[in-house]
């Protein structure tokens, strides 16, 4: 037998001093692969046993199930709640969890089981820890696929006594689990801000929202945007040694994709000379081209009152000459009913693109600026405590990937 290696966490718990060793992940755990059911069999889909992709080895349910012919006729392999499930394939290469139920895996994922004793959740948050590292050592440029033979000659470091490995294991088991409550907590407030922008604007044609604050009764007017507003362009001109210095800032194109009010926190330096169009409070931004219709023309709108701030080129502004209240404004655009006018303009087969003049005709709904304010501010808290979520949610990381890097070797 080859000399093993020995190492010693940064941190450890109390009691125990012996080393870690280092092993291939082949020699402690024996695993296999699934596959899938020929498709087009209907005898081969909608049984009863859990059919698991890729992109549900962290979950308790499925999208697809099989029959017993389904799994005894093809590659498809049984796993059980407790085994290691790693993804090989597709967007999802390098993600590992235990399995939460009984159910078939298909080939884009492995399946691994302990053979001498070691602790699951310790080899699983090895594995999470070394994620980066695998991709990039294995997967150039995000192209490809890891295989069983690669996983399998992964060598990880666990400490020699079981014991440590269950303490280690279990530790991190319940940071995963706090953290799978949150992001439940968080993805539970965004559905639920959803379903609001669904109820509290009116449908196309009609004068009246589903949700209303008490005291308002007036119908809503339904207006073009080219009827109170006109657009501008973004940044023109430039060339890449303009960007990263000087003294002007720019509303860069993720900013107003990911924001409905745009972050004066995340403007990048770029040089500037006059023949630019400053962007001005009130303004709003929208994306001119994604990849899919679905995110084209997003919208995001500028607060704040400060100079020497531009648009980058890959969106165009617009500036309503009308008073409306900004928040309102960012989720009126942001809802269901306008995103649905406005993806319905977007054309392209690769790309999609949307026409400024073409946006300028998409009627959207005005109440009073007195029920603006109301819906504004409402649905302003309500981000706020979104985003105070996800900023606890991503600190949670930190920690964890602190932590990992502490106590493991």
């Given at each position: 037998m080859s000399e093993l290696i020995t190492k010693v966490p940064a941190i450890r718990f109390k009691g125990f001093t012996d080393p870690w060793e280092q092993r291939?992940?082949?020699?402690?755990?024996?695993?296999?692969s699934g596959g899938t059911p020929t498709a087009g069999k209907s005898e081969y889909y909608g049984g009863e046993i859990p059919f698991i992709r890729s992109g549900e080895i962290s979950s308790d349910s499925t999208e697809l199930f099989i029959t017993?012919?389904?799994?005894?006729?093809?590659?498809?392999?049984?796993?059980?709640?407790?085994?290691?499930?790693?993804?090989?394939?597709?967007?999802?290469?390098?993600?590992?969890?235990?399995?939460r139920i009984?159910?078939?895996?298909?080939?884009a994922i492995l399946a691994l089981r302990p053979i001498q004793g070691d602790d699951s959740y310790m080899i699983v948050q090895w594995l999470k820890k070394q994620k980066e590292t695998i991709i990039s050592t294995y997967l150039q440029g995000g192209q490809g696929n890891l295989s069983s033979s690669i996983v399998k000659e992964l060598l990880i470091t666990l400490p020699k006594d079981k014991d440590e490995q269950v303490k280690v294991g279990s530790f991190f088991k319940q940071i995963d689990q706090i953290m799978t409550l949150q992001q439940r907590e968080l993805d539970l407030m965004k559905k639920q801000k959803q379903t609001l922008l669904s109820k509290m604007f009116p449908k196309t044609g009609e004068q009246?929202?589903?949700?209303?604050?008490?005291?308002?009764?007036?119908?809503?007017?339904?207006?073009?945007?080219?009827?109170?507003?006109?657009?501008?362009t973004g940044?023109?001109?430039?060339?890449?040694?303009?960007?990263?210095h000087g003294d002007a800032k720019f509303v860069t194109y993720m900013n107003v994709f990911q924001n409905?009010?745009?972050?004066?926190d995340q403007l990048d330096s770029i040089e500037i000379d006059s023949k630019q169009n400053e962007v001005k409070k009130g303004d709003v931004f929208f994306t001119t081209s994604s990849e899919t219709p679905e995110e084209v023309g997003m919208s995001s709108v500028w607060k704040y009152d400060c100079n020497n701030v531009y648009l980058n080129s890959f969106t165009f502004g617009y500036r309503p000459n009308i008073n409306l209240d900004l928040d309102y404004l960012a989720f009126m655009l942001r809802s269901v009913g306008v995103r649905n006018k406005i993806i319905f303009l977007a054309q392209g087969i690769s790309r999609y693109n949307i026409s400024k003049t073409k946006m300028m005709d998409i009627e959207v709904p005005i109440p009073r600026y007195e029920e603006?304010?109301?819906?504004?501010?409402?649905?302003?808290?309500?981000?706020?405590t979104i985003t105070l979520q996800q900023r606890k949610l991503d600190q949670m990381k930190i920690m964890k990937k602190s932590l990992l890097k502490a106590m493991f070797v």
């Open positions: 291939k992940i082949g020699t402690i755990t024996e695993s296999f017993d012919a389904g799994l005894n006729n093809s590659s498809a392999k049984m796993v059980e709640l407790g085994d290691i499930l790693y993804a090989l394939y597709g967007a999802t290469s390098g993600e590992v969890s235990i399995s009984n159910g078939a895996i298909n080939q009246f929202p589903k949700i209303r604050f008490k005291g308002f009764t007036d119908p809503w007017e339904q207006r073009k945007l080219g009827e109170f507003g006109k657009t501008f940044l023109s001109g430039k060339t890449k040694d303009d960007f990263g409905a009010v745009a972050s004066i603006q304010l109301k819906i504004g501010k409402f649905l302003a808290n309500i981000e706020k």
